[in-house]
């Protein structure tokens, strides 16, 4: 158990936490969520022992083994599956003695022999290899991929390989700081899995909702230097946050102004078919909004996108066109009709295209063959990765915006910038001190100030913290130009996409299902091609040996033998979850728990476990059913 009494921490001058009491259980999956700089991380630095304790005590137990993602990998030359190897410190420490006995470097001893197999028995060591191939190939990894140098890599794949190795650690407690930034949607997908399964402690950073909820069973809230537990995943905590903010007027007049501009909007096209389905993502957002916004009242993002000079329509054709680098055709035979109002979300493998057909749309590719036909009208609002690399180091916010627009005055650009939290000296700060979120931020302000009617967004929200998303969320819900994303944050794609694409197999089709589909195709996918644990070879150059035929073989009983342990585990906690819910809903049924002079804190607690429990057992019952259907395919 972590247990905090009076903690209180800080980093140089500047104090994060103070007087933090609480208790952290064996087997928990915490989110720990917070603004940019509120202090998530130098709370699992002080966990790692890389920070000192300013006041109060941290207790936790002396044997657990902890592990987490480097921030920094050099250009190691060693191949990826020994790098990711190394996670495992005990059992590369077993590999290097046996070595030097059996070498004859050490005196040879037969029963130390006996007893490091012994031991690499107890750790599965023998399937550690088979392990690490379901870790790189969950994460993207190709086979081939895997007797690359590390150094062969560039910066998004190295953190990738420092994930994996973390996963590889046979830990107690993991700490990951936003595992999901560098990922796509079917690695994130996988990762969600692999820690569903996770049997240590779970303390994790991430702002992605969806992921949180999918994951976690309690969030850690670091606010006005506060460390605050809330029993639940993300949405939970968003309602029990919001039932506790109920009372500040500023809520309901927030509330009330996002309502009416979103009812505003709903009356005006609700009966325009151009515009209907527009309408009906705004009446979702309409419907859940009074516990989100409840929860986000105090967001410091308050901004919305300009409307565009011009809408012509269509914006941008694609007849039989084809993308790629130089011979290396990626799509081919695609033809796409963009007009204003479309929101269309890219989904897709790694490497299927997605990118390579965001620059198509951009114009950075031109076309290996078939037509790319724009309005005269056209204006593109293109937000990548790299166009943070286009930010001048040296320039502050403010000073990009007059280069953009010289000719509106200072203090109107000071006011836009103020919306995105650029306020005060922070507006006149050069932005080479910036975080990858603040430059995501101000990337996404001159953007926007440019009035684009076609949108194109590729990994928007990387670096971006919960209420910024939520800001940019509803900002792309107002939006009236034509929208194409790629994101691997579900809760965004939920929000803003009206239609689904998948990028597969050299091109590019509308994709029949919902996310949840998409979930299953992956799954699917993964089975045929055997990019799991218990993979099969699809493209043999030859006969396999009998050894690698046993060891592949293996490889799938293991999987297999994994599968049915995880399945018949949640069996267990299922029965155990649904027994202790019954007798909450018969503690809640009954009237003296309400009556006059009774705790009122009891009704809450047992109404806030019994969320938790519905929760858990949702996520549960869905794991169980894909678990079942992979044991019945294998």
Same mark, same amino acid.
Not at 188 to 201: A, I, M, N
Not at 202 to 210: K, P, Q, T, V
Not at 435 to 453: D, F, H, Y
């Given at each position: 158990?972590?247990?905090?009494?009076?903690?209180?921490?800080?980093?140089?001058?500047?104090?994060?936490?103070?007087?933090?009491?609480?208790?952290?259980?064996?087997?928990?999956?915490?989110?720990?969520?917070?603004?940019?700089?509120?202090?998530?991380?130098?709370?699992?630095?002080?966990?790692?022992?890389?920070?000192?304790?300013?006041?109060?005590?941290?207790?936790?137990?002396?044997?657990?083994?902890?592990?987490?993602?480097?921030?920094?990998?050099?250009?190691?030359?060693?191949?990826?599956?020994?790098?990711?190897?190394?996670?495992?410190?005990?059992?590369?420490?077993?590999?290097?003695?046996?070595?030097?006995?059996?070498?004859?470097?050490?005196?040879?001893?037969?029963?130390?022999?006996?007893?490091?197999?012994?031991?690499?028995?107890?750790?599965?060591?023998?399937?550690?290899?088979?392990?690490?191939?379901?870790?790189?190939?969950?994460?993207?990894?190709?086979?081939?991929?895997?007797?690359?140098?590390?150094?062969?890599?560039?910066?998004?794949?190295?953190?990738?390989?420092?994930?994996?190795?973390?996963?590889?650690?046979?830990?107690?407690?993991?700490?990951?700081?936003?595992?999901?930034?560098?990922?796509?949607?079917?690695?994130?997908?996988?990762?969600?899995?692999?820690?569903?399964?996770?049997?240590?402690?779970?303390?994790?950073?991430?702002?992605?909702?969806?992921?949180?909820?999918?994951?976690?069973?309690?969030?850690?809230?670091?606010?006005?230097?506060?460390?605050?537990?809330?029993?639940?995943?993300?949405?939970?905590?968003?309602?029990?946050?919001?039932?506790?903010?109920?009372?500040?007027?500023?809520?309901?007049?927030?509330?009330?102004?996002?309502?009416?501009?979103?009812?505003?909007?709903?009356?005006?096209?609700?009966?325009?078919?151009? =515009?209907?389905?527009?309408?009906?993502?705004?009446?979702?957002?309409?419907?859940?909004?009074?516990?989100?916004?409840?929860?986000?009242?105090?967001?410091?993002?308050?901004?919305?996108?300009?409307?565009?000079?011009?809408?012509?329509?269509?914006?941008?054709?694609?007849?039989?066109?084809?993308?790629?680098?130089?011979?290396?055709?990626?799509?081919?035979?695609?033809?796409?009709?963009?007009?204003?109002?479309?929101?269309?979300?890219?989904?897709?493998?790694?490497?299927?295209?997605?990118?390579?057909?965001?620059?198509?749309?951009?114009?950075?590719?031109?076309?290996?063959?078939?037509?790319?036909?724009?309005?005269?009208?056209? =204006?593109?609002?293109?937000?990548?990765?790299?166009?943070?690399?286009?930010?001048?180091?040296?320039?502050?916010?403010?000073?990009?915006?007059?280069?953009?627009?010289?000719?509106?005055?200072?203090?109107?650009?000071?006011?836009?910038?103020?919306?995105?939290?650029?306020?005060?000296?922070?507006?006149?700060?050069?932005?080479?001190?910036?975080?990858?979120?603040? =430059?995501?931020?101000?990337?996404?302000?001159?953007?926007?100030?440019?009035?684009?009617?076609?949108?194109?967004?590729?990994?928007?929200?990387?670096?971006?913290?919960?209420?910024?998303?939520?800001?940019?969320?509803?900002?792309?819900?107002?939006?009236?130009?034509?929208?194409?994303?790629?994101?691997?944050?579900?809760?965004?794609?939920?929000?803003?996409?009206?239609?689904?694409?998948?990028?597969?197999?050299?091109?590019?089709?509308?994709?029949?299902?919902?996310?949840?589909?998409?979930?299953?195709?992956?799954?699917?996918?993964?089975?045929?091609?055997?990019?799991?644990?218990?993979?099969?070879?699809?493209?043999?150059?030859?006969?396999?040996?009998?050894?690698?035929?046993?060891?592949?073989?293996?490889?799938?009983?293991?999987?297999?033998?994994?599968?049915?342990?995880?399945?018949?585990?949640?069996?267990?906690?299922?029965?155990?979850?649904?027994?202790?819910?019954?007798?909450?809903?018969?503690?809640?049924?009954?009237?003296?728990?309400?009556?006059?002079?009774?705790?009122?804190?009891?009704?809450?607690?047992?109404?806030?476990?019994?969320?938790?429990?519905?929760?858990?057992?949702?996520?549960?019952?869905?794991?169980?059913?894909?678990?079942?259907?992979?044991?019945?395919?294998?």
């Amino acid at each position: 158990m972590i247990l905090l009494r009076n903690l209180g921490f800080a980093r140089g001058s500047r104090k994060l936490v103070q007087d933090a009491s609480l208790q952290l259980h064996p087997g928990w999956k915490i989110g720990l969520i917070g603004a940019n700089g509120s202090g998530k991380s130098s709370f699992l630095a002080l966990l790692r022992n890389e920070l000192h304790i300013d006041s109060g005590d941290l207790e936790m137990p002396a044997a657990w083994v902890i592990a987490h993602v480097a921030q920094e990998t050099p250009a190691l030359p060693d191949a990826a599956l020994e790098f990711t190897l190394d996670g495992d410190g005990e059992l590369r420490a077993i590999e290097r003695e046996l070595m030097a006995l059996e070498s004859g470097a050490l005196n040879h001893d037969g029963h130390r022999i006996g007893e490091l197999h012994g031991r690499l028995t107890e750790i599965d060591g023998y399937a550690a290899r088979a392990r690490v191939a379901a870790l790189l190939h969950g994460l993207g990894f190709s086979d081939a991929d895997f007797t690359r140098p590390v150094a062969d890599f560039s910066g998004g794949w190295r953190v990738r390989l420092n994930l994996a190795r973390a996963l590889m650690c046979r830990s107690d407690l993991l700490l990951l700081d936003e595992p999901t930034n560098h990922l796509d949607l079917d690695a994130v997908l996988w990762l969600e899995d692999w820690l569903k399964s996770y049997s240590g402690t779970l303390l994790m950073i991430s702002h992605d909702r969806d992921f949180l909820d999918a994951v976690v069973d309690h969030t850690l809230s670091l606010e006005q230097q506060t460390l605050t537990l809330y029993s639940g995943d993300y949405s939970a905590f968003e309602r029990q946050r919001a039932a506790q903010l109920a009372l500040q007027q500023s809520l309901f007049e927030k509330q009330q102004r996002e309502r009416a501009h979103l009812a505003s909007y709903i009356e005006r096209f609700r009966a325009k078919a151009t =515009k209907a389905r527009q309408a009906q993502s705004r009446i979702k957002a309409l419907a859940r909004m009074e516990e989100v916004a409840a929860a986000h009242v105090d967001t410091p993002f308050t901004f919305r996108f300009r409307e565009a000079d011009s809408a012509p329509d269509p914006l941008l054709v694609l007849e039989q066109a084809a993308a790629g680098y130089g011979e290396r055709t990626i799509i081919d035979k695609l033809t796409l009709t963009l007009r204003p109002g479309q929101r269309l979300a890219l989904l897709g493998r790694n490497g299927a295209g997605k990118s390579t057909l965001v620059k198509l749309l951009a114009g950075e590719l031109a076309p290996l063959s078939g037509r790319r036909t724009v309005a005269k009208e056209l =204006k593109i609002g293109y937000f990548a990765q790299h166009q943070l690399e286009q930010l001048r180091p040296d320039e502050s916010p403010l000073q990009h915006m007059i280069r953009l627009d010289p000719a509106t005055r200072e203090a109107t650009l000071r006011s836009y910038l103020g919306g995105f939290d650029f306020r005060g000296d922070q507006a006149t700060e050069p932005c080479q001190r910036f975080s990858g979120g603040e =430059k995501s931020r101000l990337a996404l302000a001159l953007l926007i100030w440019q009035r684009p009617n076609l949108l194109l967004l590729d990994e928007p929200t990387n670096h971006l913290d919960l209420d910024m998303r939520e800001a940019l969320n509803f900002a792309l819900q107002e939006y009236e130009g034509c929208v194409i994303l790629v994101s691997h944050d579900r809760h965004l794609l939920k929000s803003t996409a009206d239609e689904l694409w998948l990028v597969a197999d050299g091109t590019a089709r509308p994709f029949d299902g919902d996310l949840d589909n998409y979930a299953q195709w992956l799954a699917s996918q993964r089975i045929t091609t055997g990019e799991t644990a218990t993979r099969k070879t699809t493209e043999a150059a030859s006969t396999p040996s009998p050894r690698a035929a046993r060891a592949r073989q293996q490889q799938q009983q293991l999987q297999l033998k994994n599968w049915q342990k995880e399945a018949d585990k949640l069996e267990r906690q299922l029965a155990g979850w649904q027994t202790e819910m019954q007798q909450i809903e018969t503690r809640l049924a009954d009237p003296a728990l309400y009556a006059a002079g009774s705790d009122a804190t009891v009704a809450r607690a047992l109404q806030q476990r019994r969320d938790a429990l519905s929760a858990g057992i949702t996520q549960a019952e869905e794991r169980w059913l894909e678990l079942q259907l992979a044991l019945e395919t294998a």
